[in-house]
C-alpha cells in the first residue's frame, strides 16, 4: 500500500487514503462517525446519510467493529474530531470483516482479565496503551545497545542450546540434541565470560534466557530476556557504574522520545533517575531490613533476602540502590571472592524499590581457584572443561552482570504482572500461543 | 581499571598505564621490544636491558606468550614502531601468566583448522583479523536495526519454546516443558504474523532459531540467528523493498563504520550493492538456469532450486536478485498464492549469487483460505488454533521475510564457512563450547 497515509498524518485539503481498523462507529442519526485507528492514531470519517451514496453509507455503518478498511477520500479540518482532521470518503473498502463476536474488546470499554488478553494478544495489542508497553520496551532496548556501544561494547550472540547449565543441573528444561542430552540456556554467563578473555574484551547480549523455576508469580518468567554485559579489566565497582549508566540512559531515553506512549499510560510525569544509586553493604542491607520491623524473624549474616526482605528495603530506601559484599556462600562460583576477606565477594545485586533488577560481580579468573569453585558447589569441574582450559591462557581480570528485560520494563512502567511486559509470555501453565 | 588508556590512544610526552595481552616478544640483544596487544590494537613496550632495572627487564622477558599485563612508562614517539609509538616501562606487572602451551597461536603464525580455532575460540577471537568479523557482524546488526526502525517496525521479542513448530512436526528440537511436549522453534513466523495484525502493524525481530535439519554443510547451523520483518497493509513488492533496503543500507553501514576491519579483512575494496535488485520470475530463472548448461538433468516448472542451481544462476546474474512468482506447491502454507493464477505464489527468494538469503511472501491473511492450507499441507488446523483465530478478527494483509543473519555475514566477507561467522556454532557434531 504504498499510497496509504497514517491516520496521523493526514493534512487538510489533501485526498488521502488510510487504512486500519474499524475502532468504534457512532450513529447520531443524520450523520455518523465511523473512527479508524492505525498503528499512528486515530482518524474520524463522516458518513452524511442523505448527501452521500447509500452505498457507501450502509458499508460504513454496516461494517463489524475490528474489521480491516480502506478509506479514500478528502481531509478537512474538523476542530471537534479528536485529532483536528476529519475525512470524507469517497470510497469504503472492507479488507477484512471481522467476527462479530469478538473475545477481547479493543476499544477498552470491556476490561479484560490477563489469561484472556494473553490468549488473545493480537487483539490486545490494538489498544493503544497496550501497544504503548511494547514500543517502549523496543526503545528501552534500543537505548540500552546504544549505551553499551558507548561503553565500548561489542554485541555478541552466545549459543542457547549447551551442553551443561550455568549452574549445574537444576533449572534447565532438556532437550533432545540429535540423540544427545542438552539444555536452554539459562545464562549466557560463561559464554559472556569466555569472550571478555578474547580480544573483543567488553562485550554485551541482549537475548532470551530459559529457566524450568517451577514457582509462578507475578515477576517470575521461565523464558525471559537477559541484558547481559561483561567486560575484561573491569572489578566490581566499574560494573555497577556501567549497570547505573544503562538504567539511567533507558529512562532518559522513554523520557524523551516515548512522550505519546507515556502518556497513553497516564503518565503526567515520568522521572528519570538521577544515578549515583547508593551502594549499600551486605551487612548495613539486613540491618536496615531489621530495622524496618516488617519482618517475623530477624536476618542474620548469610541469609539470602527474601521477596518480603526485599520490598521492606525497597520501601526504606525508596530509590534505585546496590546491595555489594554479598556472603560468598550464596554466591556462585564464578563470583569472586573480596581480596581481603574471603568471606565476602564481590557480588552485588541493583535493587529497583520493587525488586531485584541486576546481578553481578567481579568474577573468579585465577584457573586454580576457578577449579575449586566447581569442586566446593558440588560441580564435575571435567564438565565445564571448555570454559575453564580458557582460564589457562591469560584471563584477565573481569566484572559483569545480568539484567533482567521484563523487569527493568515492569518496573519503569508499574506493571504489577511481569507478564505484561513479554508478548507470549511462557510459565508453569503457559506454553501457547 | 578507570586510569587504563587503551594501546591505540596512547600519546606522546604522557605516562599512561595499558593493559592488555603479549602478543610477541622480539629480544634484539641489547635491545628488546614486547608487543601488548588490546582491544584497541598493539603497543610496543622497549625494554633496555643496560639502562633499566633487571627485575623490569627480567619480568618484561620471561612473561609467556598471551599472558595478561599492566605497564606503566611515559609514552615516546618512535616512527619505526608499527603505531608510531613506544611506551618505555616503569613497572610491568604479570596479571594472569598463560600456560607455555597454547592449543592455539594468536599471533596467527601458525594456521589452525576450523574446529581448533572453536574449541579454542577466546584465543581465536584475538586473532584481530577473526575479531574483526564480529564486530563488522555487531555493526550488520545495528545498522540492520536501524533501517527497520527508519520503515517504521517496532521492534518485538517471540517465544523460543512453543507448544507447535512452524510448519509442523518435522526438524524440530523437543524439550520437556515441566513434563509437557514442547519444541524449540524453528521461526518467528506465526508470532510475526499474529503481531502485524496488531496494532503494532510493523515489526521486526533478531533472534536465535533452532533447526533440527540432519545435514551437515558449509551454510547450515541447527542455531542460527534469523532477520525478521513483518508488515501490515504491505504486499510482496514492499516486503522485497524493505529486504532491499536492508541489505543496501546494512553494507553502507559496515562500508561506513568497519574500515579498519575490513583492512584486516584485507579488503582494499568493499562493494556496496546499489539497489534495484533485478527481480526475475521463477520461470526465467529456472529458464536461465537450463541455459546455462552447468546441470545434468534441465529443470522443469515445479522442482525447487539446488544447491548446483542457484550457485550456476548466482554466477549468471553476478549481482543481488530476487526470485519471485515461486510455484505455490513447494511454498508453506502461509504464503498467499497469486490473485490471477493459483498455481503461483506471492512468495519470493533474495538470493546473493552465493546462496539464498531471504526467503518471504505475501501472507494468506483470509481466514477460510488459511484454514485449507493446513489441511493441505497434512498439518491439522486445530493445533494451530491460536494463530488461525486471531485470523478472524479483521487481519489485515501483510507480507513480509526471514533473513538469515550468519549467511548474510559470510556472503558479504566471502567467508568460505559459515561457523565462521558465529562464535559458538551447533551443528550436527558440535554441541560444546
Redesign the interface.
Known amino acids: 500500500?504504498?499510497d496509504?497515509t497514517y491516520a496521523a498524518d493526514v493534512d487538510a485539503g489533501e485526498s488521502a487514503t488510510v487504512?486500519g481498523?474499524?475502532h468504534e462507529i457512532r450513529d447520531l442519526g443524520g450523520i455518523a462517525f465511523l473512527i479508524l485507528?492505525?498503528?499512528s492514531g486515530k482518524l474520524q470519517i463522516k458518513l452524511e446519510k442523505d448527501e452521500m451514496d447509500d452505498e457507501l453509507v450502509e458499508t460504513g455503518l454496516g461494517v463489524h467493529r475490528?474489521?480491516?478498511i480502506n478509506v479514500t477520500g478528502d481531509v478537512k479540518e474538523e476542530p471537534r474530531a479528536p485529532t483536528g482532521f476529519e475525512l470524507v470518503p469517497e470510497s469504503i473498502e472492507v479488507?477484512?470483516?471481522?467476527?462479530p463476536e469478538?473475545?477481547l474488546d479493543?476499544s477498552g470499554k470491556v476490561d479484560a482479565e490477563l489469561p484472556t488478553r494473553l490468549?488473545?494478544?493480537?487483539?490486545?495489542?490494538?489498544?493503544?496503551e497496550?501497544?504503548a508497553i511494547?514500543?517502549i520496551r523496543?526503545e528501552v532496548?534500543?537505548a540500552a545497545?546504544e549505551t553499551f556501544?558507548d561503553l565500548?561494547a561489542?554485541?555478541?550472540?552466545?549459543?542457547?542450546?549447551?551442553?551443561?547449565g550455568t549452574e549445574g543441573g537444576t533449572e534447565l528444561?532438556?532437550?533432545?540434541?540429535?540423540g544427545?542430552e542438552?539444555f536452554?540456556n539459562q545464562s549466557p554467563q560463561l559464554?559472556k565470560q569466555?569472550?571478555a578473555?578474547?580480544?573483543?574484551?567488553?562485550v554485551f547480549e541482549i537475548?532470551?534466557i530459559?529457566r524450568?523455576e517451577?514457582h509462578n508469580t507475578p515477576r517470575h518468567l521461565?523464558?525471559a530476556?537477559s541484558i547481559d554485559f561483561e567486560s575484561?579489566?573491569?572489578?566490581h565497582h566499574?560494573a555497577m557504574d556501567a549497570a547505573e549508566e544503562i538504567v539511567v540512559s533507558v529512562y532518559e531515553a522513554v523520557a524523551e522520545n516515548c512522550e505519546e506512549q507515556l502518556d497513553l499510560l497516564g503518565y503526567d510525569d515520568f522521572d528519570v533517575p538521577e544515578g549515583d544509586f547508593p551502594r549499600l553493604s551486605y551487612e548495613e542491607a539486613i540491618e536496615r531490613i531489621n530495622a524496618t520491623g516488617e519482618l517475623d524473624e530477624q536476618l542474620v549474616f548469610g541469609d539470602d533476602l527474601s521477596t518480603e526482605a526485599e520490598r521492606a528495603l525497597g520501601e526504606d530506601v525508596g530509590t534505585f540502590y546496590f546491595i555489594t559484599g554479598w556472603p560468598s556462600e550464596i554466591k556462585p562460583f564464578y563470583i569472586k571472592d573480596q581480596d581481603d576477606d574471603e568471606t565476602l565477594s564481590t557480588g552485588f545485586d541493583m535493587m529497583h524499590p520493587r525488586m531485584e533488577l541486576v546481578s553481578g560481580g567481579q568474577r573468579e579468573?585465577?584457573h586454580e581457584k576457578l577449579v575449586e569453585g566447581f569442586e566446593q558447589q558440588g560441580l564435575d569441574p571435567e564438565q565445564f572443561e571448555?570454559?575453564t582450559?580458557?582460564f589457562?591462557?591469560?584471563?584477565?581480570?573481569h566484572a559483569g552482570w545480568g539484567m533482567g528485560g521484563e523487569r527493568l520494563v515492569m518496573t519503569m512502567l508499574g506493571l504489577e504482572n511481569i507478564r505484561e511486559a513479554?508478548?507470549?509470555?511462557?510459565d508453569?501453565q503457559r506454553?501457547?500461543?
Chains 1, 2 share one sequence.
Open positions: 500500500m504504498q496509504r487504512a481498523w474499524v485507528r492505525d498503528k475490528e474489521s480491516v479488507v477484512a470483516e471481522a467476527d469478538l473475545p479493543p490468549d488473545n494478544r493480537t487483539l490486545d495489542l490494538r489498544k493503544p497496550v501497544k511494547f514500543e523496543a532496548m534500543r545497545r556501544r565500548n561489542t554485541e555478541i550472540n552466545t549459543p542457547k542450546i549447551v551442553a551443561t528444561f532438556p532437550i533432545t540434541y540429535f544427545e542438552a536452554m559464554f569466555l569472550m578473555g578474547s580480544g573483543l574484551e567488553t537475548g532470551p530459559f524450568a517451577e521461565n523464558e530476556t575484561a579489566f573491569a572489578d566499574e579468573h585465577r571448555y570454559y582450559k580458557m589457562k591462557y591469560g584471563m584477565p581480570p513479554v508478548l507470549f509470555p511462557r508453569r506454553l501457547s500461543p
